[in-house]
């Protein structure tokens, strides 16, 4: 689940970087940057407060 949230993250660094050399010039692409970063950082946040498994 970790990674999953990282690769989200990622996802809305990149849609920003994209943003930002103008190859995509829509608000849309602003709020989805930040709803994936907010989403993959709570996907982290909720991963890591999971009590391990004893064994």
Do not use: H, K, N, Y
């Not at 970790?2 to 990622?10: A, D, E, K, P, Q």
């Not at 943003?19 to 930040?34: F, P």
């Not at 950082?41 to 407060?49: I, N, P, Y």
């Amino acid at each position: 689940m970790t990674r999953l949230g990282f690769f989200i993250i990622g996802i809305g660094v990149a849609l920003i970087v994209v943003r930002v050399v103008d190859w995509v010039d829509s608000e849309s692409a602003d709020i989805l940057s930040v709803l994936a970063i907010v989403v993959g950082a709570l996907m982290v946040a909720v991963d890591g407060e999971r009590t391990p498994r004893s064994q």
